[in-house]
């Protein structure tokens, strides 16, 4: 008797294989219904009407024989309804945006998603199969011209503030080749020139998401848009700053520094200032003649390499720095304010070290006027930085009258009291 209930079993396990197959064809009969009725441009209320109420049993249909182990022969065919049936459902939503119309975008952006997800699971089907692909060739067309549609997504995910649902949509479009292999050959996706901007909306959309990860994860492809380097780069040191990392906010400033120095002088300033502040004055050094060995006519570097030598007191020679830094830029205001600085800190040591020493009138006479002689080499640098910024006259008119003072130039001396009103 149990023998007799095994073969019965065994029976209805044969006779049932092709059942899911059967109820593949029927879904596709619907989707072409509905296919049908989605080409009538003006549906009135009970074809609109019969459109979704067909959409939604063929969708109920197909969604169980993706997964029944008695979908055989038809199981391509399903995966490739299933994708037909999203896209019918994101169409209109679709037109809605070109439209202009109001449209749900995470219901347009899901439904495009589980659309390639599907013909990316037919192809698979196909690919493991002995037979010429049927479907995979026309979806293949499909999946890659859907990728605009995911940027597309991303960019309204990101214009609604809704930061982490943009970094997923672009996420999902830098990585479109590696999900989607159906499409992993096609260069039009492989070499997209668009590469570098949805990298730099990637990681603009991870960081007011703050997910910090994902953005390091794709800086290094953003950082090549050239369009917005300078934010990338911000974005890119930022980062570290709000997760309290100072080494690598110290070590991404110096490879951005390194890229293109004279572009990023700002970012270089701040390295010395942190450099000085912390006294790693040796450290500052070395990072000044890293710039100047990967240029040695860039500006920022022989300004940088001057204010490292001006904090180390050795005027004259950072003096030389300035005077490069101010012979490639004319317009460098603060080259020709800190050699004007140099210029008047020899003249104070010089008349420093006269205090207490045993000297006749003349000597005296003599060292005073080496004094007043580094002073007035001051005079023209303070003056040029006053032509480049005279907003800021707190600081070269000050300079300045104490020029004119040790100068004895009382007439000048005064103009410049009186500018800075005291």
């Not at 149990?2 to 109820?23: E, H, N, R, Y």
């Not at 100072?246 to 990023?264: H, Q, R």
Request: proline residues 4%.
């Amino acid at each position: 008797m149990k023998k007799i209930f095994c073969a019965l079993a065994l029976v209805v396990a044969a006779t049932s294989l092709p059942a899911q197959d059967k109820v593949v064809r029927k879904a596709r009969s619907l989707k072409e219904d509905v296919q049908n009725l989605i080409a009538t441009p003006e549906r009135n209320e009970k074809q609109q009407a019969e459109l979704d109420t067909k959409l939604q049993q063929a969708m109920e249909m197909i969604v169980p024989t993706l997964t029944s182990p008695e979908t055989k022969k038809e199981l391509a065919n399903a995966w490739d309804v299933k994708a037909q049936l999203h896209k019918y459902t994101f169409s209109p939503l679709l037109d809605n945006v070109i439209k202009k119309e109001p449209t749900d975008t995470l219901k347009l952006y899901n439904e495009i998603v589980a659309a390639l997800d599907a013909m990316q699971e037919c192809y698979k089907v196909e690919s493991a199969g002995d037979k010429e692909p049927v479907y995979s060739k026309i979806n293949a067309l499909d999946v890659s011209r859907f990728r605009q549609y995911i940027a597309f997504c991303g960019q309204m995910f990101f214009q609604n503030q809704q930061y982490d649902m943009a970094k997923q949509a672009f996420v999902k479009w830098m990585n479109y080749a590696k999900d989607y292999t159906i499409v992993a050959d096609d260069a039009t996706v492989t070499n997209d020139e668009n590469t570098p901007q949805i990298a730099y909306f990637t990681c603009l959309s991870s960081y007011f998401a703050k997910d910090y990860k994902t953005l390091m994860e794709y800086i290094p492809q953003a950082r090549a848009y050239e369009q917005e380097k300078a934010n990338v780069n911000q974005l890119y040191i930022t980062a570290f700053i709000e997760q309290g990392d100072t080494v690598a906010w110290i070590n991404a400033c110096k490879e951005i520094v390194m890229d293109d120095p004279n572009d990023n002088e700002p970012i270089a300033q701040n390295v010395l200032a942190y450099y000085f502040g912390k006294g790693e004055f040796a450290t500052a050094q070395a990072f000044a003649e890293e710039i100047l060995a990967k240029d040695a006519d860039s500006r920022i570097g022989n300004y940088s390499k001057g204010l490292v030598l001006m904090n180390n007191k050795d005027y004259q020679n950072a003096i030389t720095f300035f005077d490069k830094a101010a012979e490639i830029d004319p317009t460098y205001a603060d080259a020709y304010f800190n050699a004007g600085v140099c210029y008047s800190n020899i003249g104070y040591d010089i008349n420093e070290a006269l205090n207490g020493k045993k000297m006749t009138p003349a000597q005296n006479k003599v060292e005073i006027e080496k004094v007043k002689a580094e002073y007035a080499k001051a005079e023209p640098y303070f003056l040029k930085f006053r032509e480049l910024q005279p907003e800021k006259s707190d600081m070269w008119a000050s300079r300045l009258r104490t020029i004119y003072y040790i100068l004895g130039d009382k007439a000048k001396e005064k103009e410049m009291t009186d500018i800075l009103g005291d």
